[in-house]
């Protein structure tokens, strides 16, 4: 598609699972809150705790995108949690505090993350449309030394819009002045980024490290590629 590359000015990423390895990160913090509230789990089985913290924040995960509530991932994460293993949420506000703090220390990047934006930089406009907690955005951008590589950072959180309501993507391309198709988004969610960039007009750019496919292939992306380092050859 040499037309269509020509015409790319800008690219946009995701962060969660595209930049920044969340998965990779919310392991790390599970052993900073066993390790820091060592106490409050004295006679709970390690797994026990695990599987409570990670059905905590799908719950927390799965309110926050239907609601666009930051409250409801900020603190009910640790609610969920503490209620699922029998516990008072007294602890709650304690824990999240240590979870958003831990972030910036934990350089979980997706591999060639870095070596990516180095390439691109100078060559296109970079910005950021990510769903989540703004604070907690820029911690996982500062963690992986990526904040400053972009023109244009967007977060739900601040828009008042979430992916894939196409406005925080058209305020993305307005304010790094282009036109939507002439940016190319990259985003490792189908039915999130995919789906919400193609209704956009943007060119859509799917990371999609598993191979996994949709359960309902509604739109095609324009490109598809299973490592971020694939971007380079894709652009040249």
Same mark, same amino acid.
């Not at 180095?118 to 296109?124: A, E, F, M």
């Not at 963690?143 to 959180?157: H, K, M, Q, T, W």
């Given at each position: @598609?040499?037309?269509?590359?020509?015409?790319?000015?800008?690219? #946009?990423?995701?962060?969660? &699972?595209?930049?920044?390895?969340?998965?990779?990160?919310?392991? $790390?913090?599970?052993?900073?809150?066993?390790?820091?509230?060592?106490?409050?789990?004295?006679?709970?089985?390690?797994?026990?705790? !695990?599987?409570?913290?990670?059905? !905590?924040?799908?719950?927390?995960?799965?309110?926050?995108?239907?609601?666009?509530?930051?409250?409801?991932?900020?603190?009910?994460?640790?609610?969920?949690?503490?209620? @699922?293993?029998?516990?008072?949420?007294?602890?709650? $506000?304690?824990?999240?505090?240590?979870?958003?703090?831990? #972030?910036?220390?934990?350089?979980?990047?997706?591999?060639? !993350?870095?070596?990516?934006?180095?390439?691109?930089?100078?060559?296109?406009? #970079?910005?950021?449309?990510? &769903?989540?907690?703004? $604070?907690?955005?820029?911690?996982?951008?500062?963690?992986?030394?990526?904040?400053?590589?972009?023109?244009?950072?967007?977060?739900?959180?601040?828009?008042?819009? +979430?992916?894939?309501?196409?406005?925080?993507?058209? +305020?993305?391309?307005?304010? #790094?002045?282009?036109?939507?198709?002439?940016?190319?988004?990259?985003?490792?969610?189908?039915?999130?980024?995919?789906?919400?960039?193609?209704?956009?007009? @943007?060119?859509?750019?799917?990371?999609?490290?598993?191979?996994?496919?949709?359960?309902?292939?509604?739109?095609?992306?324009?490109?598809?590629?299973? !490592?971020?380092?694939?971007?380079?050859?894709?652009? $040249?």
């Amino acid at each position: @598609m040499p037309d269509a590359r020509a015409k790319i000015k800008a690219v #946009l990423f995701n962060i969660d &699972n595209t930049l920044f390895d969340r998965r990779q990160a919310q392991l $790390e913090i599970f052993k900073i809150i066993r390790s820091e509230f060592e106490h409050i789990f004295d006679g709970i089985d390690n797994d026990i705790v !695990a599987v409570a913290f990670w059905e !905590a924040d799908r719950l927390a995960t799965e309110a926050f995108f239907a609601t666009g509530s930051a409250e409801s991932i900020r603190l009910d994460r640790f609610k969920i949690f503490l209620k @699922m293993l029998g516990l008072e949420d007294e602890p709650a $506000e304690q824990m999240s505090s240590v979870y958003i703090n831990s #972030l910036a220390g934990i350089k979980a990047e997706v591999k060639s !993350a870095g070596l990516v934006l180095n390439h691109l930089i100078g060559k296109y406009q #970079l910005g950021i449309i990510s &769903n989540g907690l703004t $604070e907690t955005q820029y911690h996982k951008l500062d963690a992986i030394g990526a904040r400053n590589f972009f023109d244009c950072i967007l977060i739900s959180e601040t828009v008042g819009v +979430q992916k894939p309501d196409p406005g925080i993507y058209w +305020q993305a391309s307005a304010t #790094l002045n282009h036109r939507p198709e002439e940016c190319l988004f990259v985003g490792n969610s189908y039915n999130i980024d995919i789906l919400g960039a193609i209704g956009a007009g @943007m060119i859509a750019c799917w990371f999609n490290p598993r191979g996994t496919r949709p359960i309902i292939d509604s739109a095609k992306p324009d490109h598809e590629i299973n !490592a971020l380092d694939q971007l380079i050859s894709l652009l $040249e």
